[in-house]
């Protein structure tokens, strides 16, 4: 008989397809050298800030020892940040594995873990992980004049039953770029029971610049409930290091110390982390440049009768009247790298990272 291992796998993960990164970017790289336009993966291009790359060279050369498993010198500069107390943190190897961590702790085969349509990939990775049950709400209409294919949080509240353990929320969110408001996720929060947690990924907390906009953190007080998720990955620009981190209540944190890999945030990451969260300056002029050439994008997109999403993040999400991938096809071709969502059930759209002006030309330049 012939051996095959997909039997013997957990069901729940059996509809499932590993990570797809889209091209073979090493392929792409070799072929277009420095011309390669790489807007695919929402990366910072300004890169990160010069104290971060330093702290990092520093580290490397204490690679022979262990990291720290407390990741104390980080965990000191956020609790400084965010004026909380040290036990509200924990770190991940990317707040991917954060967001994997939370349902494998607090979700399992008699639970239910709720996201929304077209709500980041992980989420339901996570919830098929824990063996919990989905619950996915559909999303508001592309018509809608607040958030497209956003987040609908009122038909979240109403979806809500004694069963659901977890709620997977982004704001922003990936692949959509939408956002819901403080107001609308104070009003949220206040319809879901304390024995169910909310998670708000905060991947692009730091390019919010709505006046509705706020991160959720600050309703901790009133919300124990609460856990935020954040990174290094997208505007400190430390995607390749691996350094992620979130925010809770401490007795959530106490339950995911037990099941983190003690090691998870290597010595280098939490190094140059730290550096980088002290680069206010670095991270404010990323955060200016983005809105600007991001603004100015979709400006040059509309005129050539390119619709995109509102976005509060380094990425616009394209809507197109016909499928995406003959035009991301065309655009590899020449040397520009984006994602199509096909994966998300977006056919239709192609996400496009903010590159630098020169990157962003010549996306302009292939699509015509
Ligand atoms: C990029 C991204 C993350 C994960 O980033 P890490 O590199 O694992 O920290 C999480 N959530 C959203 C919405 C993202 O776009």
Redesign the pocket.
């Known amino acids: 008989m012939s051996f095959d291992a997909e039997r013997l796998a957990q069901p729940s993960l059996r509809t499932l397809r590993a990570y797809d990164p889209g091209h073979d970017l090493p392929a792409l790289r070799k072929r277009f050298a420095a011309v390669l336009a790489e807007l695919g993966s ?1 990366e910072n291009p300004l890169g990160p800030s010069p104290q971060a790359m330093e702290a990092a060279q520093r580290a490397i050369g204490e690679m022979h020892r262990y990291p720290d498993p407390r990741a104390g010198m980080l965990r000191e500069a956020l609790a400084e940040k965010f004026a909380v107390s040290a036990a509200c943190l924990a770190f991940g190897n ?4 954060l ?1 994997m961590l939370l349902a494998q702790c607090f979700a399992g085969p008699h639970a239910t873990v709720m996201r929304s349509q077209y709500g ?1 990939a ?1 989420f339901a990775l996570a919830t098929a992980a824990s063996g919990a049950k989905p619950l996915c709400v559909p999303a508001l209409s592309a018509d809608d004049r607040q958030a497209p294919l956003g987040h609908d949080l009122e038909a979240m509240a109403d979806a809500l039953h004694d069963g659901v353990r977890l709620v997977y929320l ?1 704001n922003p ?2 692949p959509t770029g939408t956002w819901f408001s403080h107001d609308s996720l104070r009003a949220f929060l206040r319809r879901v029971p304390l024995d169910t947690l909310v998670v708000v ?1 905060e ?2 907390g730091e390019y919010m610049q709505a006046p509705d906009l706020a991160s959720a953190w600050t309703m901790h007080a009133e919300f124990p409930n609460l856990v935020v998720t954040r ?1 290094f ?2 505007a400190y620009a430390l ?1 390749g290091l ?1 350094a ?1 981190y979130l925010l809770a209540h401490p007795s959530v944190t106490s339950v995911l110390e037990r099941l983190r890999e003690s090691f998870n945030l290597n010595h280098v990451a939490m190094t140059a982390a730290t550096a980088a969260l002290s680069d206010t300056q670095h991270l404010d002029i990323s955060m200016s440049r983005n809105a600007v050439a991001r603004d100015a994008l979709a400006g040059e997109l509309a005129r050539r009768g390119y619709r995109t999403l509102p976005s509060q993040t380094n990425f616009l999400l394209m809507t197109l009247e016909t499928l995406a991938d003959p035009i991301e096809h065309h655009l590899i071709e020449r040397g520009v790298v984006v994602r199509p969502m096909g994966g998300y059930g977006l056919p239709g759209t192609l996400r496009i990272s903010i590159g630098t002006a020169d990157e962003n030309q010549r996306l302009l330049e292939a699509l015509a």
């Open positions: 929402n990317g707040s991917h594995e967001l980041f992980v982004a969110n990936n990924d991947a692009y990174t990955s997208k995607a691996r992620g």
